[in-house]
């Protein structure tokens, strides 16, 4: 299973776009690359996934380089409620995820 | 379409108990994994089930175990409880080829 790297804590401001890269140097061709949010005491939650280029939904867009080697999650326009820990997770279907530590967005009023 | 719940939320044993955990996965969903969160970590793989067979498991001791029913429900089994057994255990469910789906978890404390 491909290891992820991403920061440990993030800080932004309300109405702001923030941006969270991940590194996967050895993510393997059949591999995804998949989002989840996750609030104190509660289950993660999926935001997005996506293969290549570029991916959008309606809480946020997901960027991947043609390499794949690394990927960044945006969120746009950032409010209170966005304060979580946010997983960049890399496998194919059916394997089991390994979760690192996250990154810990704080949003700002 | 439910989503996938866990019971208890919470509960508390004392080391050295047993305990079991639920989960019922979401509709449509034929796979469900187990994960372990402690506090201020990421999830950390127990096992996954699929068709009611063990067919993944993590660097968890036997004495975490599991079913799957036909209903493709789950439980998780802990024996012989310890204090670091203290965590949020989620469960996720899956159909093949689709991602995943986590419950809210149950927080277990062990004193």
């Known amino acids: 299973l491909a290891k992820t790297t991403q920061p440990i804590s993030m800080d932004s401001y309300e109405g702001q776009e923030v941006n969270i890269t991940c590194s996967h140097n050895?993510?393997?061709?059949?591999?995804?690359i998949t989002w989840y949010q996750q609030f104190p005491s509660q289950g993660p939650r999926f935001i997005i996934q996506?293969?290549?280029t570029k991916v959008t939904n309606e809480v946020a867009s997901l960027f991947i380089p043609a390499d794949r080697k690394s990927s960044t999650l945006s969120l746009p326009r950032v409010s209170l409620s966005d304060t979580a820990v946010y997983y960049c997770?890399?496998?194919?279907?059916?394997?089991?995820?390994?979760f690192g530590p996250g990154t810990r967005l704080s949003v700002l009023p | 379409e439910t989503g996938v719940t866990q019971s208890p939320t919470h509960l508390i044993k004392t080391r050295g108990q047993q305990v079991t955990l639920r989960c019922s996965s979401q509709?449509?969903?034929?796979?469900v994994s187990w994960y372990q969160q402690a506090l201020g970590q990421g999830p950390q793989f127990i096992f996954q089930y699929y068709r009611e067979e063990e067919n993944g498991r993590g660097n968890f001791p036997p004495r975490f175990s599991g079913l799957q029913f036909p209903n493709y429900s789950s439980e998780l089994n802990v024996n012989a409880l310890e204090l670091d057994d203290s965590a949020l255990y989620l469960c996720?469910?899956?159909?093949?080829?689709?991602?995943?789906?986590f419950g809210s978890g149950t927080r277990l404390t062990v004193v």
């Open positions: 996720a469910s899956s159909w093949t080829g689709g991602g995943y789906t």
């Open positions: 509709s449509g969903h034929n796979t």
């Open positions: 996506g293969y290549k």
């Open positions: 997770l890399v496998g194919d279907y059916g394997q089991n995820f390994v």
């Open positions: 050895n993510i393997a061709t059949n591999d995804y």
